[in-house]
C-alpha cells in the first residue's frame, strides 16, 4: 500500500526552541494532510487540516502561530511547533489523503514523539 | 459533542484466546465507524469499517458490528496470534470524509506464546 513517511520519528529539544516534523507521501500525491496530536492516555486529537498551495485550516483551540504548517507541494507537508515548551511535549501524527479516495484512502505516517525539556 | 471512548489498555493476551476491545460512542446524526490498527514503527492502518447501523464490518479474523441501539462497535477476534500484538484505535466520522474523523485513545494490544 501508499507509504507516508514522518520525520523525525522523536525529538528532545530545549525550552524556547522551534522543531520541524515533515510528512511525505512517498507514492502518491496529497492535495490534503492532516496533523494529530496525542497526550498520554488521551484521544488522537486532530490539529489541523494542511492543503497544498493554500492556509492550513486549524481546530478550535490551536493556536495558529505556534504550529505553523506548510504544504508547498504534493507530497510535503511540515509542521513547525514555535517557541516549544514541556506543555507541547506530545505525540504528533500526520496523515495524508490520496486523491479519489475514502477513508481506506487516508495514510497515517508513523508518529513523532516530542519531548520538551 | 463527538466522541469515542475505548477501553483502557494493555490487553493481554495468549495465543488463540477471544479478543474484545470494546468502543462506545456519542454522535450526531449517523455517523460512520472505524477500527485503525497501528503496529509497532509503523503508521495508522484501515483495518475495518461499517457505515450503518447493523453493518458488520470484518478483515484479516476481526470483526465490529456497528449497534445503533447501544452506541457500541467492539472489536472481537477468535483466536488472537502474536502478530496482531499493536495499537488498536476506534474512530468515527460524521462527515463522511477524512477531515473529521474522531479517534479514541486507543487500545494496547500484547499476545504472548
Known amino acids: 500500500g501508499a507509504v507516508v513517511s514522518q520525520h523525525p520519528s522523536w525529538v528532545i529539544c530545549k525550552s524556547g526552541t522551534s522543531v520541524k516534523i515533515e510528512c511525505r507521501s512517498l507514492?502518491?500525491?496529497?492535495?490534503?494532510m492532516f496533523w494529530y496530536r496525542q497526550f498520554p492516555k488521551q484521544s488522537l486529537m486532530l490539529m489541523a487540516t494542511?492543503?497544498?498551495?493554500?492556509?492550513?485550516?486549524?481546530e478550535q483551540g490551536v493556536e495558529k502561530d505556534k504550529f505553523l504548517i506548510n504544504h508547498a507541494s504534493l507530497t510535503l507537508s511540515t509542521l513547525t511547533v514555535t517557541s516549544a515548551h514541556p506543555e507541547d511535549s506530545s505525540f504528533y501524527i500526520c496523515?495524508?489523503?490520496?486523491?479519489?479516495?475514502?477513508?481506506?484512502?487516508?495514510?497515517f505516517g508513523s508518529g513523532t514523539q516530542l519531548s520538551v525539556l | 459533542g463527538n466522541s469515542v471512548t475505548q477501553m483502557e489498555g494493555p490487553v493481554t493476551l495468549s495465543e488463540e484466546a477471544f479478543l474484545t476491545i470494546n468502543c462506545t460512542y456519542t454522535?450526531?446524526?449517523?455517523?460512520?465507524l472505524f477500527w485503525y490498527v497501528q503496529y509497532p514503527g509503523e503508521g495508522l492502518q484501515l483495518l475495518l469499517k461499517?457505515?450503518?447501523?447493523?453493518d458488520k464490518g470484518s478483515n484479516k479474523g476481526f470483526e465490529a458490528t456497528y449497534r445503533k441501539e447501544t452506541t457500541s462497535f467492539h472489536l472481537e477476534k477468535g483466536s488472537v496470534q502474536v502478530s496482531d500484538s499493536a495499537v488498536y484505535f476506534c474512530?468515527?466520522?460524521?462527515?463522511?470524509?477524512?477531515?473529521?474523523?474522531?479517534f479514541g485513545a486507543g487500545t494496547r494490544l500484547a499476545v504472548h506464546p
Open positions: 496523515s495524508a489523503e490520496q486523491q479519489g479516495g475514502w477513508n481506506e484512502k487516508l495514510f
Open positions: 507514492d502518491f500525491q496529497a492535495t490534503t
Open positions: 494542511s492543503n497544498e498551495g493554500s492556509k492550513a485550516t486549524y
Open positions: 454522535a450526531t446524526g449517523y455517523p460512520s
Open positions: 461499517a457505515t450503518k447501523a447493523d
Open positions: 474512530a468515527l466520522s460524521v462527515s463522511g470524509g477524512y477531515n473529521k474523523l474522531i
